[in-house]
């Protein structure tokens, strides 16, 4: 039996609205390593069972009716909004370290000599002037060096002599 059946068409129309996105994607690296496997054979045994043949066997008909359908076609209008890329740069940061360094201490020491006061006579002023003087800072740096240790050893050298001996036969 064949019945007609009229489905309605219907238009789906996609309105974009721009929304400002900020996404971070991390894409994680495919790594491919490869692994070897052992495969394990497999032996299939077959074993012969003998099946007693059955004759009177009901087979039900199958019938096959054609049904006609109207499928509605959907039509989908997309829009491409371009999304910039932020980036991130790592900036290195710079650590600045205090190093103590120790300055000899220079130490003034005044002399002072008794003049004897003859008539009228000026006396200098003795001034003491401090003058700052930049005192070289060595820095000494040990670098290790390898060097071959050579070994002597006295090896005794053995020298063969013959000496020959007489020897006295003595009679029984």
Same mark, same amino acid.
């Given at each position: 039996v064949q019945?007609?059946?009229?489905?309605?068409?219907?238009?789906?129309?996609?309105q974009v609205v721009p929304v400002p996105v900020q996404k971070q994607v991390q894409v994680p690296m495919i790594q491919t390593v490869q692994r070897h496997v052992e495969v394990p054979q497999v032996e299939y045994v077959d074993q012969v069972?003998?099946?007693? &043949?059955?004759?009177?066997v009901h087979v039900p008909m199958v019938q096959t009716?054609?049904?006609?359908?109207?499928?509605?076609?959907?039509?989908?209008?997309?829009?491409v909004v371009h999304v910039p890329l932020q980036k991130q740069v790592q900036v290195p940061m710079v650590q600045t370290v205090q190093k103590?360094?120790?300055v000899p201490q220079v130490e003034y020491v005044d002399h002072v000599v008794h003049v004897p006061l003859q008539k009228q006579v000026q006396v200098p002023m003795i001034q003491t002037v401090q003058r700052h003087v930049e005192v070289p800072q060595v820095e000494y740096v040990?670098?290790?060096?390898?060097?071959? &240790?050579?070994?002597?050893?006295h090896v005794p050298m053995v020298q063969t002599v013959q000496k020959h001996v007489e020897v006295p036969q003595v009679e029984y």
């Open positions: 019945r007609h059946v009229e489905v309605p068409q219907v238009e789906f129309v996609d069972v003998h099946v007693p &043949l059955q004759k009177h009716v054609q049904k006609h359908v109207e499928v509605p076609q959907v039509e989908y209008v997309d829009q103590h360094i120790e040990d670098q290790v060096v390898h060097v071959p &240790l050579q070994k002597h050893v």
